[in-house]
């Protein structure tokens, strides 16, 4: 994949830079695709308006009106909020096959995504909580119910 992003700095970071920034467990499973324990994480159950940014790099990943229960244990969405927001691969890991998701601002690890979602999309974004940061203040973000 070509850089072509333009705030790239954070594609540019060391792996030293990485682990500076982040917590142990955020590096874990950011940097080195790593998955948090089921039913564990902060934004599991929140049905706050807002919008869920990147925990890497900050950058708007998906908002809270398209966020659904998945009852999987992890914060789960129907969507990006942009079509550039979250970059998919092919992740042949542990004999299955599955669509990795990651930042496209920052090619941090997300989460997977799986094509038995609700509607529109029928897409699952099934996604780390320790990826994420919930920004409440953010205009344009509704509550999951879309009020
Ligand atoms: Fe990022």
């Known amino acids: 994949m070509t850089d072509t992003h333009k705030k790239k700095p954070d594609r540019s970071l060391s792996d030293a830079e990485w ?3 982040l917590t142990d467990e955020q590096y874990r499973v950011l940097r080195h695709k790593g998955t948090e324990r089921s039913f ?6 929140t049905k706050s ?3 869920y940014r990147c925990a890497g790099c900050g950058e708007p990943l998906f908002s809270s009106a398209t966020k659904f229960d998945s009852g999987s244990g992890w ?3 129907w969507e990006p909020v942009g079509t550039d927001s979250v970059v998919m ?4 890991s542990h004999g299955m096959r599955r669509t990795e998701a990651e930042c496209g601002h920052c090619g941090s690890h997300l989460g997977h995504v799986f094509p038995d979602g609700p509607k529109p999309t029928g897409e699952r974004y099934c996604v780390n909580s320790i ?3 919930l920004d409440p203040d953010d205009a344009g973000g509704r ?5």
């Open 75 to 77: 914060p789960s969405f």
């Open 131 to 133: 990826s994420l940061a």
């Open 49 to 51: 308006g807002g919008i």
């Open 40 to 45: 564990v994480g902060e934004c599991v159950d």
């Open 143 to 147: 509550d999951a119910d879309g009020e």
């Open 89 to 92: 691969r092919v992740d042949l």
């Open 19 to 21: 682990r500076q920034r």
